[in-house]
């Protein structure tokens, strides 16, 4: 695992591309199986985070909030070759993830999982998560945690 989840570190974001970037540096490097859990408001920049990540990874398609579908799957042109986007914001709970098979893709050596709104099924957080943390601080400045 890279250096950078080692231990926490947080990170001041002051526009949306710096918030973009960090995330298409952690795609670049992430492995199948990896699983990024994000929590953060709404707008505080979860899925611009994960349209870096996904760019990193060799996604070529845009990735937009998957808010009505829960979970959207990505293809991927990079080593990694899927990307599988969840959104929590309207799950009852937990069972209904594990009921779409969600443990079968965090367990992927071809898949990279990221969930937003993970505080929600924090039931399920695999034990290899990396739990990043997006706090507002003003309009355009966010602090970034990673866990
Ligand atoms: N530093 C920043 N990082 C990320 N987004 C930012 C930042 N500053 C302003 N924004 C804006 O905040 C919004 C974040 O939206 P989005 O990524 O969809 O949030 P979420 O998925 O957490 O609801 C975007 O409109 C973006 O332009
Ligand atoms: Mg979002």
């Known amino acids: ?11 001041i974001s002051k526009n949306e591309k710096d918030t973009f970037k960090l995330g298409l540096s952690w795609g670049k490097k992430s492995q199948g199986g990896d699983v990024f859990i994000l929590c953060g408001d709404l707008g505080a920049g979860k899925t611009k985070l994960l349209q870096g990540l996904a760019q990193g990874l060799g996604v070529k398609s845009r990735v937009n909030s998957p808010t009505f579908n829960i979970l959207k799957i990505y293809k991927s042109l990079g080593k990694v070759k899927y990307f599988c986007h969840i959104d929590a914001y309207r799950l009852q709970s937990e069972h209904d993830l594990i ?3 969600i443990e079968e893709f965090f367990n992927s050596p071809e898949t990279v999982t990221a969930i937003e709104w993970g505080e929600k099924i924090k039931k399920i957080w695999p034990k290899n998560a990396k739990i990043i943390k997006i706090k507002h601080l ?3 400045k966010r602090e970034i945690t990673i866990i």
Do not use: D, H, R
């Open 99 to 101: 009921a779409l098979g």
């Open 1 to 11: 695992m890279s250096l950078i989840f080692k231990s926490m570190k947080t990170i």
């Open 138 to 140: 003003s309009l355009n």
